[in-house]
């Protein structure tokens, strides 16, 4: 089946850990997005790339990491310098950048929680 | 910068009756897209409908409805004769036409509705 799939599901970390979300899609997309979502709010952008072997910075990018080494993958690492990383993680990707109004389509999530 | 408002953050209703959700936004571009997507229990979002600035018509598409307005700058979501399935939270979300780069996609805080059987 076609779709975007994101592992794990749930993930607890150890405070000072670092832990890396794995987002995988076959939709042949050119961009892919990866948004956090806290409990009672809507999303906010922390990575996307339009390109392989490019992408920017969202709204809240400050303690994450990203790459896109392959058009597939885009897999998100959140590092120790995330102060409050537990939260609700969605990927996302989309025919082309979001500049051109295309639609988002999303994954079934990966909760994070730190212990 | 754009904003996207969802004043209503829960919502109840029994089973058969009629729900409209609210949103309002806010932008200085003539060209940007609206959407609608539902995130059941789940936790996956699901793509409802997109509009461009320019197609004001409104929508229908089985027991779902929209209503778009630029005049007052909303977007309404109606679901008729709700049934226990549509329980879910729905985000309303706007994205500026950038010519392909830079853009964002910004999402209101979201209205859970709860349909009571």
């Known amino acids: 089946d076609g779709g975007i799939t994101q592992s794990p599901k749930y993930l607890f970390r150890k405070e000072g850990q670092n832990v890396t979300l794995s987002c995988e899609q076959n939709l042949n997309h050119d961009a892919m997005y990866w948004y956090r979502q806290d409990p009672g709010q809507g999303l906010r952008l922390i990575y996307y790339?339009?390109?392989?072997?490019?992408?920017q910075k969202g709204d809240i990018a400050e303690g994450y990491s990203v790459s896109r080494e392959k058009k597939e993958s885009f897999p998100l690492t959140v590092t120790s310098a995330q102060k409050n990383p537990t939260a609700f993680y969605l990927c996302?990707?989309?025919?082309?950048?979001?500049?051109?109004?295309?639609?988002?389509?999303f994954g079934e999530g990966s909760w994070l929680t730190v212990v | 910068a754009q904003k996207v408002t969802q004043a209503q953050t829960e919502i109840s209703v029994v089973e058969k009756e009629d729900v409209t959700l609210d949103c309002v936004y806010e932008t200085r571009d003539t060209t940007y897209y609206l959407f609608w997507y539902k995130q059941p229990p789940s936790g996956e979002l699901v793509f409802l409908i997109r509009?461009?600035?320019?197609?004001?018509q409104n929508e229908i598409s089985g027991r779902y409805s929209w209503n778009f307005q630029k005049s007052t700058s909303s977007f309404n979501f109606t679901i008729t004769a709700s049934q226990v399935v549509d329980s879910a939270v729905y985000f309303c979300?706007?994205?500026?036409?950038?010519?392909?780069?830079?853009?964002?996609?910004?999402f209101g805080e979201g209205t859970q509705l709860t349909v009571n059987p």
């Open positions: 509009r461009n600035s320019f197609d004001e």
């Open positions: 979300a706007l994205s500026e036409y950038r010519g392909g780069s830079g853009s964002r996609l910004t």
């Open positions: 996302a990707s989309s025919i082309k950048g979001q500049g051109s109004g295309n639609t988002i389509y």
């Open positions: 790339s339009q390109i392989v072997n490019d992408f």
